[in-house]
C-alpha cells in the first residue's frame, strides 16, 4: 500500500515538473513609486548611478551590483525600486526624457517669438546633455535593449516639438510644412551640434555656431533672391563671374 502511495506520489511529482516546465514563468510585479522622501532620494540615487554605470560600461556588461555600489546601497534595496536591469534602464531613458523636455520647456516658457523659442531651446538641450553627458550612449543602447523604448524616446520629444511648431504655423510665424518631419529635421540638427560640441570639445557651441544654426532655421539654405539664380546655384566654390 505505502509503495503504491509512493510511486503514485512521484508520478504527481513527475508530472507537475513536466507541467512547471511548459507552463509560462510569470513576471515579478513591478515594484510600487517610493511614497516616502527617503524612498524617493533612494530610487535618485539608484537611477544617477545606473546612469553613470550604463554609460561607462554599457547595458551588457553592467550589472545590477555596479549600480548598487556606486549608489551607496544594499543590492536587496534594489528590488524594492526595480525588478531586474533591465527595468532599471527603461525607467533610466524615459526619466531622462522626461528631464530633457521639462528642461527644455521651462527654458522657453513665456517666449513668444518662435524664432528666440528656437534660439534658448537649443541652448537648453546643449546645457541638458552637458549636465547628462551618458545621454547619447544611453538611448542609443536603448536601440539594442527595446528598440520601442528608443523609439518612444524620439516620438515623445517629436510630438511637442512638432505642436509647438504647428502653433508657430497658425500664427503665421513658421512657413507651413508638415510639424514632424520639421521636427526631427531640427532634432537632428541639436543633436548632431551638441555632439560635435558638448561631447567631442566638453564646451558649449561658440557663438558663431549658435549664429549660423539660427540663421539656417530662420533662412533654410536657399540663396537671396535679390542674388538672382546665378548666385543661387553656382557650386561650390566657385566665386562666379566677378570673381573670375
Same mark, same amino acid.
Given at each position: 500500500?505505502n509503495k503504491?502511495?509512493?510511486?503514485?506520489?512521484?508520478r504527481?511529482?513527475?508530472?507537475?515538473r513536466?507541467?512547471?516546465r511548459?507552463?509560462?514563468v510569470?513576471?515579478t510585479?513591478a515594484?510600487?513609486?517610493?511614497?516616502t522622501?527617503?524612498g524617493?532620494? /533612494?530610487?535618485?540615487?539608484?537611477?544617477a548611478?545606473?546612469?553613470?554605470?550604463?554609460?561607462?560600461?554599457?547595458?551588457?556588461?553592467?550589472?545590477?551590483?555596479?549600480v548598487?555600489?556606486?549608489?551607496?546601497?544594499?543590492?536587496? /534595496?534594489?528590488?524594492?525600486?526595480?525588478?531586474?536591469k533591465r527595468?532599471i534602464? /527603461?525607467?533610466l531613458?524615459?526619466?531622462?526624457?522626461h528631464d530633457?523636455?521639462?528642461?527644455?520647456?521651462e527654458a522657453v516658457?513665456?517666449?513668444?517669438?518662435?524664432? =528666440?523659442? %528656437?534660439?534658448?531651446?537649443f541652448?537648453?538641450?546643449f546645457e541638458?546633455?552637458?549636465?547628462?553627458?551618458?545621454?547619447?550612449?544611453?538611448?542609443?543602447?536603448?536601440?539594442?535593449?527595446?528598440?520601442?523604448l528608443?523609439?518612444?524616446?524620439?516620438?515623445r520629444?517629436?510630438a511637442?516639438?512638432?505642436?509647438?511648431?504647428?502653433?508657430?504655423?497658425?500664427?503665421?510665424?513658421?512657413?507651413?510644412?508638415?510639424?514632424?518631419?520639421?521636427?526631427?529635421c531640427l532634432?537632428?540638427?541639436?543633436d548632431?551640434?551638441?555632439?560635435?560640441?558638448v561631447?567631442?570639445? %566638453?564646451?558649449?557651441?561658440? =557663438?558663431?555656431?549658435?549664429?549660423?544654426?539660427?540663421?539656417?532655421?530662420?533662412?533654410?539654405?536657399?540663396?537671396s533672391?535679390?542674388?538672382? /539664380?546665378?548666385?543661387?546655384?553656382?557650386?561650390a566654390?566657385?566665386?562666379?563671374?566677378?570673381?573670375?
Amino acid at each position: 500500500m505505502n509503495k503504491q502511495m509512493n510511486k503514485s506520489t512521484r508520478r504527481q511529482d513527475s508530472g507537475a515538473r513536466a507541467e512547471g516546465r511548459r507552463a509560462p514563468v510569470a513576471r515579478t510585479a513591478a515594484p510600487a513609486d517610493p511614497v516616502t522622501p527617503r524612498g524617493q532620494a /533612494t530610487r535618485r540615487r539608484l537611477l544617477a548611478s545606473a546612469e553613470e554605470v550604463f554609460g561607462d560600461k554599457g547595458f551588457e556588461r553592467a550589472s545590477i551590483v555596479d549600480v548598487t555600489r556606486g549608489a551607496g546601497v544594499a543590492q536587496g /534595496t534594489f528590488y524594492v525600486y526595480f525588478s531586474d536591469k533591465r527595468a532599471i534602464f /527603461t525607467e533610466l531613458v524615459n526619466e531622462l526624457g522626461h528631464d530633457l523636455r521639462r528642461h527644455i520647456a521651462e527654458a522657453v516658457e513665456g517666449l513668444s517669438d518662435r524664432l =528666440a523659442v %528656437e534660439r534658448q531651446g537649443f541652448r537648453a538641450f546643449f546645457e541638458f546633455i552637458g549636465a547628462h553627458r551618458n545621454l547619447y550612449r544611453i538611448v542609443r543602447q536603448a536601440e539594442f535593449v527595446d528598440e520601442e523604448l528608443y523609439r518612444g524616446y524620439y516620438r515623445r520629444l517629436a510630438a511637442g516639438y512638432g505642436a509647438g511648431l504647428e502653433a508657430a504655423m497658425d500664427a503665421g510665424q513658421v512657413r507651413r510644412l508638415d510639424p514632424e518631419t520639421l521636427a526631427y529635421c531640427l532634432m537632428g540638427i541639436g543633436d548632431f551640434l551638441g555632439m560635435r560640441w558638448v561631447l567631442w570639445e %566638453e564646451r558649449d557651441p561658440p =557663438a558663431h555656431v549658435i549664429e549660423a544654426m539660427t540663421a539656417f532655421i530662420h533662412h533654410g539654405m536657399g540663396g537671396s533672391r535679390r542674388a538672382g /539664380t546665378d548666385g543661387q546655384h553656382r557650386p561650390a566654390g566657385d566665386p562666379g563671374p566677378q570673381g573670375r
